[in-house]
């Protein structure tokens, strides 16, 4: 179910910064994997895969509430507008803002997969003409410069989905500062989760056919390609588990053998039965997260939560 094929040579810089990154983690205890890897191209192709199955109920809430409050979005934001999107994946969602605001005039998409960055607004762009669109490839759980100029109407921040919830509340302070910093005087449309309901989680992040298993290995297999580990993909399986206080859905990759690998010039021994953290979720109730917003130097304008429990958060910078 993993994508096949060789990811072009990252420059070797790239190649440091994961490795100091994955040995960082797994100096750790418990040990964890960086989470913001997971999303190679092969990675990005198996999350979008994730959000059409009908276990992922986040995507298809959002799909649902965008376009019932999409409007009221377009009379606060204006014509002209430029619409910058954090971790932009396929590009789909964005299509729904497009439509509904009047006149805009330029979309940057910011991805830390580059090959899928450029694939995704390569489809995108035929159909909005007048719309200017740039690429940005980067990590934002750092701080990101913008080259793009973005006068004119109103800069409108979009992060869609539950991506947020991958960071932790000090974490996801921070990067709300950050955004503003990129963003500068605009406003920000935020997607989040407040589900609490342990049938719904466990399936949307144990489940879905098999491809969130596929999703987190991957992870692995991206160590093998860029890091010269040769992990066996079939000495792990992956775990689902609600953790409270504060309350997240934590995916863990779980070894059913003890292994030993070489990493860097150095031994990883792991002992049968224990796990590697890859990626958190999160769960963040609406004042919890008015509040984070508040002290990240943001005001809450609007938000909407659907019956599921998502929710989309119109923020403007104090």
Request: glycine letters at 8%; one cysteine or more; charged letters at 25%.
């Amino acid at each position: 179910m993993i994508p096949t094929g060789t990811e072009p040579q990252r420059p070797s810089g790239d190649r440091r910064a994961f490795l100091d990154a994955v040995l960082e983690g797994l100096a750790g205890s418990p040990k964890r994997l960086p989470g913001k890897y997971l999303w190679d191209e092969a990675g990005s192709i198996l999350f979008d895969r994730i959000c059409t199955d009908p276990d992922y109920y986040p995507t298809r809430c959002e799909t649902a509430l965008l376009p019932r409050v999409a409007q009221a979005i377009a009379e606060e934001v204006g014509p002209e507008a430029s619409i910058v999107e954090f971790g932009s994946g396929a590009s789909r969602k964005i299509r729904t803002l497009l439509n509904a605001l009047a006149r805009p005039a330029r979309y940057v998409a910011i991805d830390i997969s580059e090959d899928y960055l450029e694939a995704s607004l390569a489809r995108l762009r035929p159909d909005y003409p007048a719309v200017e669109m740039t690429t940005v490839c980067a990590d934002y759980s750092r701080p990101v410069r913008l080259s793009v100029n973005l006068a004119g109407g109103t800069t409108l921040g979009f992060f869609p989905g539950t991506s947020i919830g991958n960071f932790a509340p000090q974490d996801a302070a921070a990067f709300l500062t950050r955004a503003r910093e990129t963003l500068g005087p605009s406003l920000f449309l935020i997607g989040a989760d407040t589900t609490h309901d342990p049938a719904r989680l466990g399936l949307a992040y144990g489940g879905c056919g098999g491809l969130m298993e596929a999703f987190h290995l991957n992870l692995l297999a991206r160590m093998n390609r860029e890091l010269d580990t040769a992990i066996a993909l079939d000495g792990f399986r992956h775990e689902a588990r609600i953790v409270p206080e504060p309350y997240r859905m934590e995916a863990h990759l779980v070894a059913t053998r003890a292994q030993i690998w070489s990493l860097g010039g150095r031994e990883v021994e792991l002992k049968e039965g224990e796990s590697l953290r890859t990626d958190t979720s999160h769960k963040y109730d609406p004042r919890t997260f008015a509040d984070l917003a508040t002290g990240s130097g943001w005001h809450l304008e609007r938000h909407w939560i659907d019956t599921f429990g998502f929710a989309l958060y119109l923020l403007r910078a104090q």
